[in-house]
């Protein structure tokens, strides 16, 4: 099997030219047959082409490792391109309202309407087959660039078929019933499309600005840290100042933990280390610091709250001489 980092690449590629293609045979069609849906489904999938070249770019420099410019790393390169990403699909969706809107007032008929049908069809099955391969790769190597990816194509797959049963509609309606007039369902179909995009947005916009600003990482996540730091009792004495973030696929992790005064370097250091190993091994590509601090017995509040100890174990406080 590939490396991770390769298989990330290239299905970041197949995205680039899945989107190309579809991108041209839609505007193609759509100006043939007068489409105002094709053609915003064209719009879309150029704003997904433009987000896989953006998903590409981010996957690319986001694996390079830290260096003396970006002590943290590169991974925030993912989580900006998915805000950039969600930028312009507002930007699509906008347009395709102005366009469905004007068409809805002019009401423009549809020439042909068994090409949009074919070519909807056919962007439905194909980026049905791409998505599911960003899904797969974009979760192994928890890439939001091509998660974010994915789900665009995947609402494509929904909004194709959409679009497509409008077309089937007007189709018939040309068939079976020529003086029924449903090409306003062209037009209903984009704003439909519309609709989609936008809630895409929105969740793409939430979830890239969570790590660009340092949201903490899942409370889920968080409690299983915790959890594993109290597998360590006795010999930590309690916790406190846990701190995590995340960008890209990496994570940051640091907190402080209490252990008695007379506890060797030695031994405070196997532990920390065991901590990192375990930690590391559930989430790799994961930074951890943690410090140590002997537990004397005065318990500030944010210490109380991860005291390990019942409140007789706990040590009586020194009395530090003033001055």
Known sequence: MQPLQKRKENVAILSVASNSMLVAVKLVVGALIGSVAIISEAIHSAMDLLAALIAFFSVKKSHLPADESHPFGHGKFESTSGLVEAVLIFIAAGWIIFEAVKKLITGEELAAPAW??????????????????????????????????????????????????????????????????????????????????LKAAYDLTRKALGDLTDVKLPSEEEEWIRSIIATRRPDIHGFHRL?????????????????????????????????????????????????????????????????????????????????
Request: net charge positive.
């Open 116 to 197: 949009g049908v074919a070519v909807m069809f056919f962007s439905a099955v194909m980026n049905y087959f791409v998505s599911g391969k960003l899904f797969k790769v974009g979760r192994e190597a928890d890439s939001i660039a091509l998660e974010a990816d994915a789900w665009h194509l995947r609402t494509d797959v929904y909004t194709s078929l959409g679009v497509m049963f409008g077309l089937l509609a007007i189709w018939f309606g040309h068939r079976f019933w020529p003086g029924l007039n449903l090409s306003w369902l062209d037009p209903a179909a984009a704003l439909f499309i519309a609709v989609f995009i």
């Open 243 to 323: 701190k995590t973030r995340k960008a890209g696929n990496f994570r940051f992790i640091e907190f402080h933990i209490k252990v008695n005064p007379l506890m060797s370097v030695v031994s405070s250091h196997q532990i920390t280390r065991e901590l990192k190993r375990i930690i590391m091994d559930k989430f790799p590509h994961t930074t951890i610091n943690i410090h140590v601090e002997p537990c004397e017995g005065d318990c500030p509040k944010e210490c109380a709250a991860g005291c390990f100890l019942e409140k007789e174990q706990r040590p009586i406080p020194v009395l530090k001489p003033s001055g």
